[in-house]
């Protein structure tokens, strides 16, 4: 959700000479922190890792990069069809159900790609209600008939575009509704029907946007972990996986790892490019109520079943399957043990929350104090982990963290003959750190936009009646923000409660959470045993997809007002 | 009275290149002041300077005896008890009207607060809407709530920066008077940053005319305007036109429109080219007057007519008649020109 932060109308404010202590290096220092997982993990480009690294590269490393650029292909298909598509439709026509999809459209975002996957799996597999009733219904048996197989490649492109279009969908709508309408309209008066001003106008207009939704889709589809280790396609995360437990070697999975984020590094140019661009295609700033286009008849049901089928397949059914799982074991499932799993999830992901959230407001409120080209550079440090995959973020923390165990246990012991074991892995410190690491982003972008609606005005006054910065934060900005801060905290409290792999790497001995409890038992094909876990975390997930629904809602009511 | 304020050839350089360049004045106590100037003219920096929102890169400043800037030592604004009147007033919306007055009052306690509070409430007039939000409140209220929040905790200098430019002309010079007689009240030593000269002339007892980043002049509105001393603050203040003529003695000086005498000589040489500035106020509308003009353009001043009128010699000068007397464009009128005071520049 970072694409929807605001640009700053003001300027920043001004370093005041006095604003001198610790805030400079304290930010620079806390920066450089949060992107040692990923200086790890590129510093590991440079070391050798001899036999692993070769047998890697003869072996199945090819497979890796083909079937990453093999998803990521389905996946910019996908989404591109069904996020510009319904974009368009929803901004631009008017048919039955076209206020319901507006929001609506946004659902399938509650949904983590792992657990669409285990639900269709439980739908679509042999055994699952689908083929049953096609064999009860034809007569069909075993191996007589062809049925696509869900877990495939292609299942897994076809359930992250599912869950991923709505990033295409949100900013591909914004650049449709925020196009000059005089622009569309003149193609029109040329002579030009709707279908031609689509594709010659709006979508070339529109482009900039809707590249940049596609490229965040995309680091997304990079990061899964859940999809494709269950559907058993060879991608690089489940690459680094094995590496690391399987073949036992850091340095390989730390240089798998480093390959992975050169392509996250190519979609971050393009995000940022892209972003730049949109911004200059906005040719009018006009306000004007926009005048639909109006479908009836056949067009008006096309245009309403092609905005269903996302909203079905990839929200509705997933959740309605999950819920009726959850009905059937609700007798046994929600006992004390799950009763206590959700209680310490929420525990771990409120309190990374608040932590994000702080450091969040000593990132962005540091650099409003001291807008130096160091601190500037640290803070955007700071929020690069967005785009690291989980599973790269586990390995950098993993690695170092290690490293500082072994230190100070070979320390202790020449020193008292006390051996300390492993002081950091393994425990909830290292797993919070790896959130911070990837999550603090959230937060930071949410705080800045926030705190780039406050004039610079309010600091100086704050500061002339007698107050000094941190105080003037406590006093003036933060009873200001509030807003903005409750929303950083549900945001990354939501990321955190659908964090797959990190946890799995990171997570205390016999520590779990509800995605690692729904990833073990749909592991154990327990499927309709993960489903209480799974419907909890999409129940959370619905929350920032409600607050996002409502800013559509209202800027609709300004639209039409 | 005590020195409250003084300003020591004070530079303000980003990256060498001075926004204020050596400026220096002093501000005795409850005396307002003025810097006045047009935009860009490096106002805004030296009252920023002033608050410490901006350090000095050569010179001082000091504050009711406290040296409070020098070059690599800025006291923290927090630390200096200035007060400060922003050009958007910067109240926070999130307090009320009396919660913004008492923003500043720390340390206070809780009776000595609201007694503060209650005080300036009635001295700006708003004690009706202390449970009132900012947003609630019309532009000349924000004003008033700013104003006031910040005079409550008895800074030594209260510092106002462009407050009335959000304001509309018809009210600023009204506004300003107010504000002035409230400061004189109290006996606040002030300094006002605006580029209207009316707005300062109402206000302020001392102005600093600056450009280009120094002070041209310092002096009251009525010496600035009758007696510039060059002729960016000529050409800033006021309205008129510089006329050629040739010193005749050490009081007057010939021009087109004839003889023009000062009361105080002017040390230039006889026979030396000169021009001298003419306000509008300084022509008269005379029929019988044998110099003659040609009326080549009017504007309408309610009370005056505005007239550019060409001379002879294609020299053009403003004229300021009353609007009763009403004459065309081309038409051909008599003038007379009567001025108190000579300003002279050698060419």
Same mark, same amino acid.
């Given at each position: 959700?970072?694409?929807?932060?605001?640009?700053?109308?003001?300027?920043?404010?001004?370093?005041?000479?006095?604003?001198?202590? $610790? $805030?400079?290096?304290?930010?620079?220092a806390?920066?450089?922190?949060?992107?040692?997982?990923?200086?790890?993990?590129?510093?590991?480009?440079?070391?050798?890792?001899?036999?692993?690294?070769?047998?890697?590269?003869?072996?199945?490393?090819?497979?890796?990069?083909?079937?990453?650029?093999?998803?990521?292909?389905?996946?910019t298909?996908?989404?591109?069809?069904?996020?510009?598509?319904?974009?368009?439709?929803?901004?631009?026509?008017?048919?039955?159900?076209?206020?319901?999809?507006?929001?609506?459209l946004?659902?399938?975002?509650?949904?983590?790609?792992? *657990?669409?996957?285990?639900?269709?799996?439980?739908?679509?597999?042999?055994?699952?209600?689908?083929?049953?009733?096609?064999?009860?219904?034809t007569?069909w048996?075993?191996?007589?008939?062809?049925?696509?197989?869900?877990?495939?490649?292609?299942?897994?492109?076809?359930?992250?575009?599912?869950?991923l279009?709505?990033?295409?969908?949100?900013?591909?709508?914004?650049?449709?509704?925020?196009?000059?309408?005089?622009?569309?309209?003149?193609?029109?008066?040329l002579?030009?029907?709707?279908w031609?001003?689509?594709?010659?106008?709006?979508?070339?207009?529109?482009?900039?946007a809707?590249v940049?939704?596609?490229?965040?889709?995309?680091?997304?589809?990079?990061?899964?972990?859940g999809?494709?280790?269950?559907?058993?396609?060879?991608?690089?995360?489940?690459? *680094?996986?094995?590496?690391?437990?399987?073949?036992?070697?850091?340095?390989?999975?730390?240089?798998?790892?480093a390959?992975?984020?050169?392509?996250?590094?190519?979609?971050?140019?393009?995000?940022?490019?892209?972003?730049?661009?949109?911004?200059?295609?906005?040719? &009018?700033?006009?306000?004007?109520?926009i005048q639909?286009?109006?479908?009836?008849? $056949?067009?008006?049901?096309?245009?309403?079943?092609?905005?269903?089928?996302?909203?079905l397949?990839?929200?509705? *059914?997933?959740?309605?399957?999950?819920a009726?799982?959850?009905?059937?074991?609700?007798r046994?499932?929600?006992?004390t043990?799950?009763?206590?799993?959700?209680?310490?999830?929420?525990?771990?992901?409120?309190?990374?929350?608040l932590?994000?959230?702080?450091?969040?407001?000593?990132?962005?409120?540091?650099?409003r104090?001291?807008?130096?080209?160091?601190?500037r550079?640290?803070?955007?440090?700071?929020?690069?982990?967005?785009?690291?995959?989980?599973?790269?973020?586990?390995?950098?923390?993993?690695i170092?963290?290690?490293?500082?165990?072994r230190?100070?246990?070979?320390?202790?012991?020449?020193?008292?003959?006390?051996?300390?074991?492993?002081?950091?892995?393994?425990?909830?410190?290292?797993? *919070?750190?790896?959130?911070?690491?990837?999550?603090?982003?959230?937060?930071?972008?949410?705080v800045?936009?926030?705190l780039?609606?406050?004039?610079? &005005?309010?600091?100086e006054?704050?500061?002339?009646?007698?107050?000094?910065?941190?105080?003037?934060?406590?006093?003036?900005?933060?009873p200001?923000?509030?807003?903005?801060?409750?929303?950083?905290?549900?945001?990354?409290?939501?990321?955190?409660?659908?964090?797959l792999?990190a946890?799995?790497?990171l997570?205390?001995?016999?520590?779990?959470?509800l995605?690692?409890?729904?990833?073990?038992?749909?592991?154990?094909?327990?499927?309709?045993?993960?489903?209480?876990?799974?419907?909890?975390?999409?129940?959370?997930?619905?929350?920032?997809?409600?607050?996002?629904?409502?800013?559509?809602?209202?800027?609709?009511?300004?639209d039409?007002? | 009275?005590?020195?409250?304020?003084?300003?020591?050839a004070?530079?303000?350089?980003?990256?060498?290149?001075?926004?204020?360049a050596?400026?220096?004045?002093?501000?005795?106590?409850?005396?307002?002041?003025?810097?006045?100037?047009?935009?860009?003219?490096?106002?805004?920096?030296?009252?920023?300077?002033?608050?410490?929102?901006?350090?000095?890169?050569?010179?001082?400043?000091?504050?009711?005896?406290?040296?409070?800037?020098?070059?690599?030592?800025?006291?923290?604004?927090?630390?200096?008890?200035?007060?400060?009147?922003?050009?958007?007033?910067?109240?926070?919306?999130?307090?009320?009207v009396?919660?913004?007055?008492g923003?500043?009052?720390?340390?206070?306690?809780?009776?000595?607060?609201?007694?503060?509070?209650?005080?300036?409430?009635?001295?700006?007039?708003?004690?009706?809407?202390?449970?009132?939000?900012?947003?609630?409140?019309?532009?000349?209220? !924000?004003?008033?709530?700013?104003?006031?929040?910040?005079?409550?905790?008895?800074?030594?200098?209260l510092?106002?920066?462009?407050?009335?430019?959000?304001?509309?002309?018809e009210?600023?010079?009204?506004?300003?008077?107010?504000?002035?007689?409230?400061?004189?009240?109290?006996?606040?030593?002030?300094?006002?940053?605006?580029?209207? !000269?009316?707005?300062?002339?109402?206000?302020?007892?001392?102005?600093?005319?600056?450009?280009?980043?120094?002070?041209?002049?310092w002096?009251?509105?009525?010496?600035?305007?009758h007696?510039?001393?060059?002729?960016?603050?000529?050409?800033?203040?006021?309205?008129?036109v510089?006329l050629?003529?040739?010193?005749?003695?050490?009081l007057?000086v010939?021009?087109?429109?004839?003889?023009?005498?000062?009361?105080?000589?002017?040390?230039?040489?006889?026979?030396?080219?000169?021009e001298?500035?003419?306000?509008?106020?300084?022509?008269?509308?005379?029929?019988?007057?044998?110099?003659?003009a040609?009326?080549?353009?009017?504007?309408?001043?309610g009370? #005056?007519?505005?007239?550019?009128?060409?001379?002879?010699?294609?020299?053009?000068?403003?004229?300021?008649?009353p609007?009763?007397?009403?004459?065309?464009?081309?038409?051909?009128?008599?003038?007379r020109? #009567?001025?108190?005071?000579?300003?002279?520049?050698?060419?």
């Amino acid at each position: 959700m970072s694409d929807l932060a605001a640009p700053s109308p003001y300027p920043a404010a001004k370093a005041t000479a006095t604003a001198r202590g $610790w $805030w400079g290096p304290g930010i620079t220092a806390l920066a450089l922190t949060l992107a040692l997982p990923v200086l790890v993990v590129i510093g590991f480009l440079f070391v050798p890792s001899g036999e692993v690294w070769q047998h890697l590269a003869d072996t199945v490393l090819a497979d890796y990069v083909t079937n990453s650029l093999l998803l990521m292909a389905g996946v910019t298909l996908g989404t591109l069809i069904g996020g510009v598509g319904t974009a368009w439709l929803t901004s631009m026509c008017r048919f039955p159900g076209r206020g319901f999809f507006e929001w609506a459209l946004l659902l399938p975002m509650a949904m983590p790609a792992y *657990i669409i996957a285990y639900t269709y799996t439980g739908l679509l597999d042999f055994a699952g209600p689908v083929q049953t009733s096609l064999r009860a219904l034809t007569g069909w048996g075993y191996g007589g008939y062809w049925f696509p197989q869900v877990r495939s490649l292609t299942g897994a492109a076809v359930m992250l575009s599912l869950v991923l279009y709505p990033y295409v969908y949100l900013l591909s709508r914004a650049a449709f509704l925020g196009q000059s309408l005089c622009v569309l309209d003149v193609s029109r008066t040329l002579g030009n029907g709707p279908w031609r001003t689509f594709f010659t106008v709006a979508l070339p207009l529109a482009r900039p946007a809707i590249v940049a939704g596609l490229s965040l889709a995309l680091m997304e589809t990079l990061a899964d972990y859940g999809t494709v280790q269950y559907f058993g396609v060879a991608t690089f995360t489940t690459g *680094i996986f094995r590496t690391w437990f399987g073949l036992g070697s850091a340095p390989a999975a730390a240089q798998l790892s480093a390959v992975l984020l050169g392509f996250v590094l190519v979609l971050i140019l393009v995000e940022r490019f892209s972003r730049r661009r949109a911004r200059y295609h906005h040719t &009018s700033q006009r306000e004007q109520a926009i005048q639909r286009h109006r479908l009836t008849g $056949w067009r008006a049901a096309a245009a309403f079943g092609f905005c269903l089928i996302p909203v079905l397949f990839g929200f509705l *059914i997933p959740a309605g399957q999950l819920a009726w799982w959850a009905a059937t074991i609700a007798r046994t499932a929600y006992d004390t043990a799950f009763f206590a799993l959700v209680l310490h999830t929420l525990a771990l992901a409120a309190g990374t929350a608040l932590l994000a959230l702080l450091l969040a407001l000593v990132l962005g409120y540091g650099r409003r104090l001291y807008p130096s080209r160091a601190v500037r550079a640290s803070v955007r440090v700071a929020g690069l982990g967005y785009a690291v995959p989980g599973t790269v973020i586990a390995i950098g923390v993993l690695i170092p963290f290690a490293w500082l165990d072994r230190g100070i246990d070979n320390w202790m012991q020449a020193t008292f003959g006390v051996s300390t074991g492993l002081l950091l892995s393994g425990t909830l410190a290292a797993l *919070i750190f790896a959130y911070l690491v990837r999550f603090l982003a959230v937060a930071l972008q949410t705080v800045e936009a926030g705190l780039g609606k406050i004039r610079p &005005s309010m600091d100086e006054a704050g500061r002339s009646l007698g107050y000094r910065p941190g105080e003037v934060l406590r006093r003036v900005h933060i009873p200001m923000l509030r807003g903005s801060l409750l929303t950083a905290l549900l945001l990354v409290f939501v990321d955190v409660l659908k964090e797959l792999p990190a946890t799995l790497v990171l997570r205390p001995f016999n520590f779990n959470t509800l995605a690692v409890r729904a990833y073990e038992l749909a592991s154990d094909e327990r499927l309709a045993d993960c489903a209480p876990a799974a419907l909890t975390i999409v129940l959370a997930g619905l929350l920032p997809v409600i607050l996002l629904s409502r800013s559509i809602t209202r800027s609709r009511d300004a639209d039409t007002a | 009275m005590p020195i409250q304020l003084e300003v020591r050839a004070v530079t303000v350089a980003y990256g060498g290149n001075p926004v204020v360049a050596e400026v220096s004045f002093v501000l005795v106590e409850g005396t307002i002041g003025c810097l006045l100037g047009p935009s860009g003219c490096g106002k805004t920096t030296l009252l920023r300077a002033i608050a410490g929102f901006e350090p000095v890169t050569a010179g001082e400043i000091w504050l009711h005896g406290r040296r409070v800037s020098a070059p690599g030592q800025t006291l923290a604004p927090e630390q200096r008890r200035v007060g400060m009147v922003f050009q958007d007033f910067a109240l926070f919306p999130h307090l009320t009207v009396a919660g913004n007055i008492g923003f500043g009052l720390r340390g206070a306690s809780r009776a000595g607060r609201r007694a503060r509070v209650g005080e300036l409430l009635e001295l700006v007039g708003m004690a009706d809407a202390a449970q009132r939000y900012p947003h609630q409140l019309s532009g000349g209220m !924000q004003q008033r709530v700013a104003l006031a929040r910040a005079m409550a905790p008895r800074p030594e200098v209260l510092l106002l920066d462009e407050p009335f430019s959000s304001m509309d002309t018809e009210l600023r010079e009204g506004l300003a008077r107010e504000v002035r007689e409230l400061l004189k009240r109290d006996g606040i030593t002030a300094i006002l940053v605006t580029h209207d !000269q009316l707005e300062a002339f109402a206000m302020a007892d001392q102005i600093a005319v600056l450009g280009g980043g120094r002070v041209h002049q310092w002096g009251t509105g009525f010496g600035l305007y009758h007696e510039p001393a060059d002729r960016f603050v000529a050409d800033f203040i006021g309205q008129g036109v510089l006329l050629t003529g040739t010193v005749v003695d050490d009081l007057r000086v010939k021009t087109e429109l004839g003889r023009v005498a000062g009361t105080r000589p002017h040390g230039l040489p006889q026979g030396q080219a000169v021009e001298v500035l003419i306000r509008p106020d300084d022509m008269l509308y005379d029929e019988s007057s044998p110099r003659r003009a040609t009326v080549v353009g009017r504007a309408f001043r309610g009370a #005056e007519y505005l007239y550019t009128l060409k001379l002879g010699s294609g020299t053009q000068v403003l004229c300021l008649v009353p609007s009763h007397h009403q004459h065309a464009l081309g038409d051909d009128i008599g003038v007379r020109l #009567e001025a108190d005071h000579l300003v002279v520049f050698p060419v």
